[in-house]
């Protein structure tokens, strides 16, 4: 399970605090340099990692906290707090409200944005929308093939020109095409492109103008290492991304990177990824995500 | 390093480095201790001179026990097969559209095998890589058994005098304990067909991943043996330091790197630019 090392590695950083009856500053000391490790070994940005040790020390060794009657208690909630801050705060949804609600999947190659573009249709679809799937894709071999398998798995239209044509004439015949059928939420599948291609983002910046999104939504490998926050911080300046989607979770990693992008780009993660199938979506709760890691 | 002693800022900075770039927590603790030790031998005194030895380190690592031969072990005088293996949307299909094209190029006949049955439109995703190097891909329909696929493959490329057969297989997440076995089937039906096959199992890595890595390096070579690792994505601003971890407990090798999606970004790996690239800023890399 995703997170799991990670929370080991807290749980017993923090253990040692636990059940003390008096805790000094060089407790708080020994247990935040555990800390530092400990996300440090998840893939937590260090940039990240060194603010959020310095926050939690900060607050940790103030007053109220060490002078209270459980001090070690009072550190741990202090973690878990800032933890939960660190991953967003409360649950964020999508925010739709224009007819057609047009949602643009972006990313770097490979991310998952195919396949959540996939299964964000069907989630969508159960809670009562009309979703189009538009494969704006031309690039990578067989990528228009791929939403369509994914669409008939769904049961959702696929709005396609084929490889020939440019993406941002796509998107806005896709959106024309929705509001033709009647139907509410337009899908936007793009090309994975590195976050220093210039003609690739201009690409998604023209996109945007054209069919101006509810969201866009940066689709994050959950794997993903220190490089995080440089891809983050790229896709958000250029195009001002309103949500993050964490793929393969399902995996074992440590998931460092959902830590990182929130605190880098300060957009909230959305949906995760738990799965290859299109059911394997679901929404993000930073609060029960800190509780499982801490074991609380 | 604009410093006039070497301090314990300067460690940490070298530190920095090696952490961003993905070399991980414990590797890092170690080469900068062994840093610290060649040092005091040394008696070096000057901060210019800690980068040069940190590469020398480095490169100590990347370049293993014996200067063993990183080149590909495909025979002559019969078919070889390489095997490709790796977590979801690493590049696999598209390092073996790559990698067929470099084969293609020296003369070799090169035939592929649809193994990921699973993926939608995975089957058709090679098929265009294909066609676009001008070889044969051997597929079954979506949903298949892929060690299916793959003995047909060999009999495929048997009967047309192939030199070279790759298999590709469908991603897959090394703790998933079912999908590892099927792959390990696949393995299996290989060795079986052809003895001494694979000739190489490539692990395809994404520069971008990050400790995950070495997690996917341990399970994947339990899984299958592998030889050699392909790290892609290296255009990117990724480091790929990982594969210096992975060198350094694993023993296993990177072989290829991955500096796009077309058809001849790949390139063999080279250790020397690999260290140099740990040590550029990503405003250099971008000029
Ligand atoms: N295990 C797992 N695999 C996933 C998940 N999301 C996507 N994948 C897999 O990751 C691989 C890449 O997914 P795609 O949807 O093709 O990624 P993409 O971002 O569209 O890729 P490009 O279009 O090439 O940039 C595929 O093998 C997917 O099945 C997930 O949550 N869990
Ligand atoms: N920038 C860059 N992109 C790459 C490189 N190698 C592969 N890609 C892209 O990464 C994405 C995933 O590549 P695939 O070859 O489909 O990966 P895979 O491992 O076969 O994926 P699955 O079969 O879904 O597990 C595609 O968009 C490729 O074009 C590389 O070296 N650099
Ligand atoms: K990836
Ligand atoms: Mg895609
Ligand atoms: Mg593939």
């Known amino acids: ?296 | 390093f604009r410093r006039s002693k070497i301090d314990e800022d300067l460690y940490e900075e070298l530190e920095e480095i090696l952490i961003a770039a993905d070399v991980g927590v414990n590797a890092t603790m170690e080469i900068v201790e062994r840093l610290r030790t060649e040092v005091k031998e040394r008696k070096v005194k000057e901060p210019e001179a800690l980068k040069p030895l940190l590469s020398e380190i480095l490169l100590e690592i990347l370049k293993g026990e014996e200067e063993e031969d990183i080149g590909m072990n495909t025979v002559d005088d019969d078919l070889s097969i390489i095997l490709f293996v790796g977590v979801n949307g690493v590049g696999k299909t598209t390092t073996i559209g790559k990698l067929a094209h470099y084969y293609k190029e020296q003369g070799k006949k090169v035939v592929l095998a649809a193994g990921d049955t699973f993926r939608a439109g995975a089957i058709e995703q090679l098929e265009v890589w294909g066609d676009r190097v001008g070889v044969d891909v051997i597929r079954h329909q979506a949903g298949s058994d892929p060690a299916a696929v793959i003995f047909d493959g060999i009999q495929a490329a048997r009967a047309r005098g192939a030199d070279i057969l790759i298999c590709d297989t469908a991603g897959r997440l090394q703790n998933k304990v079912n999908l590892m076995e099927e792959l390990k089937k696949v393995h299996r039906v290989i060795g079986r067909e052809v003895p001494g096959a694979p000739h190489e199992t490539l692990l395809v890595l994404d520069a971008t991943t990050g400790q995950n890595a070495m997690k996917q390096a341990q399970i994947f070579n339990e899984a299958t043996r592998v030889t050699g690792i392909v790290l892609t994505k290296m255009d990117g601003t990724a480091k790929g330091g990982i594969a210096l971890a992975i060198r350094r407990e694993l023993g296993v090798p990177v072989k290829w790197v991955g500096l796009g999606e077309k058809m001849d970004d790949l390139q063999p790996f080279d250790s020397e630019q690999f260290i140099h690239a740990l040590f550029v800023e990503e405003v250099e890399k971008e000029a």
């Open chain 1, 1 to 296: 399970m995703a997170f799991e090392g990670l929370s080991e590695r807290l749980q017993s950083a923090l253990a040692k605090l636990k059940g003390k009856g008096k805790v000094g500053e060089g407790d708080v000391k020994v247990a935040m340099r555990e800390v530092r490790l400990a996300l440090l070994e998840a893939d937590v940005n260090y940039k990240v990692v060194k603010d959020f040790v310095s926050k939690v020390r900060e607050r940790a060794v103030g007053q109220e906290v060490l002078k209270s009657l459980t001090p070690g208690q009072q550190v741990i909630k202090v973690v878990n707090e800032e933890l939960t801050q660190l991953m967003g705060g409360s649950q964020s949804k999508l925010e739709l409200s224009s007819r057609p609600s047009v949602i643009m999947m972006v990313g770097l190659q490979g991310a998952g944005k195919t396949t959540t573009s996939g299964k964000l249709g069907r989630y969508l679809k159960k809670q009562n929308r009309k979703p189009l799937l538009v494969a704006g894709d031309v690039y990578r071999p067989a990528a228009i093939r791929q939403l369509e398998v994914l669409g008939e798995q769904v049961d959702l239209p696929v709005y396609s020109l084929g490889d020939k044509e440019n993406p941002v004439r796509i998107a806005e015949q896709g959106v024309a095409q929705a509001k033709t059928d009647g139907l509410d939420t337009v899908l936007i599948d793009t090309a994975g492109r590195l976050h220093i291609d210039e003609t690739m983002m201009e690409e998604l910046k023209a996109i945007k103008e054209t069919v101006r999104p509810d969201e866009i939504l940066l689709v994050v490998d959950a794997m993903t290492g220190q490089d995080a926050v440089n891809v983050a911080e790229s896709f958000n300046r250029e195009l001002g991304l309103t949500g993050v989607v964490l793929t393969k979770l399902d995996g074992d990693t440590r998931g460092g990177a959902a830590l990182s992008v929130k605190s880098v780009t300060d957009c909230p993660v959305k949906f995760v990824g738990m799965g290859e199938k299109v059911d394997a979506l679901e929404p993000f709760h930073p609060e029960r995500m800190a509780s499982r890691i801490l074991g609380m």
